[in-house]
């Protein structure tokens, strides 16, 4: 059983590098926004761009609720992704009054390229401490994944599909 003192030496160093990534995060979004660059592609456009390249064809409702968005704030993003021709619009063929999103070649080829980006601190570590990493963040997720699924196998299984359809780029 491990070390309560080192437990909480290692949460807190989970929590300090959850607050500096997303510190990180924000610094980027706002170096690129200040560039007239695309933004992060964890953040609003960037998050429509992700989620559509994992299943396309989803409708601005389901987009909405896929991402915790409000139905304004997608339709906003949505609009702006039209215009850049990352993606384009169309009424579904079975239900009239659903606008069904999809990802254009452009938009499919940003998303693959936006999402295959390898984080530069990672350049930080040797070969030996990268090995380390993915063995200690394996275990982290297996059990988080075993959690998630006690709690609610449903959204589990939607989740454990998505990050599988999302990292598979990264293993070919």
């Not at 601005?60 to 991402?67: H, I, M, S």
């Not at 009054?97 to 938009?107: A, C, E, Q, S, V």
């Not at 936006?114 to 963040?137: C, F, G």
């Amino acid at each position: 059983m491990p070390n309560l003192s080192k437990k909480r030496n290692a949460a807190g160093k989970l929590i300090e590098y959850g607050m500096v990534q997303h510190m990180a995060d924000d610094l980027a979004h706002r170096r690129h926004a200040n560039k007239g660059d695309q933004q992060s592609p964890f953040q609003g456009q960037g998050k429509i761009l992700l989620a559509l390249s994992q299943t396309d064809g989803l409708s601005q409702k389901e987009l909405a609720n896929r991402l915790d968005m409000t139905a304004q704030s997608t339709a906003e993003f949505v609009n702006k992704l039209v215009k850049k021709n990352l993606v384009s619009k169309e009424k579904s063929t079975v239900d009239r009054r659903k606008t069904i999103i999809r990802l254009t070649d452009h938009g499919r080829q940003t998303a693959s390229k936006e999402s295959a980006k390898i984080p530069a601190y990672l350049d930080d570590l040797t070969d030996t401490e990268l090995d380390q990493l993915i063995v200690i963040l394996t275990k982290i997720n297996n059990s988080l994944y075993d959690e998630i699924h006690t709690e609610n196998p449903n959204w589990f299984e939607n989740f454990q599909r998505s990050v599988s359809d999302h990292l598979r780029d990264w293993f070919l």
